[in-house]
């Protein structure tokens, strides 16, 4: 891949190249995590290209989680695991820069939690059963010791349970952005905390029977209630800040 640079674009570019390249190779070894993949000299000669080119690239690497350069007589650059939660983030910045709303949200995650709770139904097994009361009996904790609840781990339990990455990671990015600001006291958020319980629950109730169509019936029913939850709190938001911002004034008459 011997490459010649010519301003600041084109080295861009082929850092991102180099880059690309690298994280095939990776994949293409089964991603192996904390495997040293060669040292700044080697892959210089390997690829071809400047050291500030290279340096480029791994910065890439590094940034995306994909590989870090380790200093030292021993370093080089080495394998790490993806950061999922940067992953995350990165697509809920993304859906709410392109002004995603609540419905879209709802309209996204309705199909995919409907589809997870249909797969988790069918391929459920005595190790999935204890994971899914094993979240259970977290939240249930969470919910007793009065803290607000995060009613949202037992989503990414039977998204797991799928058996399908690509579906995890779409229920952790839908999920964040199904988080409301509505202020709650202590005793709505308790009250709150037992309704989600009791329907965390049921579904998992009906997962574990293998019944599919009451598992389904009852994740929508608890999504039906999550978006009226939000929709409350976005309302209730919107009419404080029309108070803040006080009356609209009417325009001045011209002056003839």
């Not at 880059?19 to 095939?24: D, K, T």
């Not at 210089?44 to 480029?56: D, I, K, T």
């Not at 080495?78 to 309209?107: C, H, I, K, M, W």
Request: charged residues 30%.
């Amino acid at each position: 891949m011997t490459t010649r640079e010519s301003g600041p674009d084109d080295s861009k570019k082929l850092a991102e190249r180099v880059a690309a390249a690298i994280e095939h190779k990776i994949a293409d070894m089964g991603w192996p995590v904390g495997q040293w993949i060669g040292s700044e000299p080697e892959l210089l000669a390997e690829f071809g290209v400047s050291r500030v080119v290279f340096r480029q690239a791994v910065s890439l690497l590094e940034h995306h989680s994909i590989a870090e350069m380790r200093r030292g007589p021993l370093g080089g650059l080495t394998v790490t695991a993806p950061d999922g939660v940067s992953v995350v983030r990165s697509a809920a910045l993304n859906l709410r820069y392109n002004d995603a709303t609540p419905q879209d949200v709802f309209e996204a995650r309705v199909a995919l939690e409907l589809k997870c709770v249909e797969l988790a139904a069918e391929r459920i097994d005595e190790d999935g059963i204890a994971k899914l009361r094993a979240s259970l009996a977290s939240e249930a904790e969470h919910q007793r010791s009065d803290k607000p609840l995060g009613s949202h781990d037992i989503h990414r339990t039977i998204a797991e349970l799928t058996g399908n990455p690509a579906m995890r990671l779409f229920i952790d990015v839908l999920t964040q952005l199904s988080v409301s600001d509505r202020p709650e006291n202590l005793n709505q958020q308790q009250q709150r905390g037992r309704t989600v319980v009791h329907a965390h629950e049921r579904i998992v109730d009906a997962i574990i029977s293998g019944d599919v169509a009451v598992a389904r019936h009852r994740m929508l029913a608890h999504l039906r209630a999550i978006a009226k939850f939000i929709d409350a709190g976005e309302k209730a938001h919107a009419k404080k800040k029309a108070a803040v911002a006080g009356p609209k004034r009417a325009p001045r008459a011209k002056a003839k």
